[in-house]
């Protein structure tokens, strides 16, 4: 595994972790609290997976920083690849179900290069 790839990947999954906190967070979250026409629930469960995102974007960067100094652990950059991956595809598919250019979510960018720096750790001697 190429260590300084999973160092790129933990500083990108960071910089995730901000988007998503300090600017997704006024543009989506603050407007979601703000709604009075969503079902309770439907409003709490979306604030509730809003910050599992946010736990899981900051986790995802101890991850590949706690492998980049342990670089025996692959199985963890695997999973982190294929989860971030999976992301990155569920953004691009829930965009273009909702008629939005899948880059306007940058979801869908910020999860495809985290799992493409994964990969290309997992691949490079």
């Given at each position: 595994m190429?260590?300084?790839?999973?160092?790129?990947?933990a500083?990108?999954?960071i910089?995730?972790?901000?988007v998503?906190?300090?600017?997704?967070?006024s543009?989506v979250?603050?407007?979601?609290?703000?709604?009075?026409?969503l079902?309770?629930?439907?409003?709490?469960?979306?604030?509730?997976?809003?910050?599992?995102?946010?736990?899981?974007t900051?986790?995802m960067?101890g991850?590949?920083?706690?492998?980049a100094?342990?670089p025996?652990?692959?199985?963890?950059?695997?999973?982190?690849?294929a989860?971030?991956?999976?992301?990155?595809?569920?953004?691009?598919?829930?965009?273009l179900?909702?008629?939005?250019?899948?880059?306007?979510?940058?979801?869908?960018?910020l999860?495809a290069?985290?799992s493409?720096?994964g990969?290309?750790?997992?691949?490079v001697?």
């Open positions: 190429q260590v300084y790839f999973l160092w790129a990947a500083v990108m999954s910089l995730t972790f901000a998503h906190t300090f600017i997704g967070g543009v979250a603050g407007p979601l609290l703000k709604n009075t026409d079902p309770k629930a439907s409003k709490w469960l979306n604030y509730y997976t809003w910050h599992v995102t946010t736990i899981f900051f986790s960067g991850a590949y920083a706690y492998v100094l342990n025996n652990r692959p199985e963890l950059v695997v999973f982190l690849t989860v971030t991956a999976a992301l990155s595809v569920l953004s691009a598919a829930v965009a179900k909702g008629n939005i250019n899948p880059f306007r979510f940058p979801s869908t960018l999860f290069t985290v493409l720096l990969l290309v750790a997992l691949l001697e």
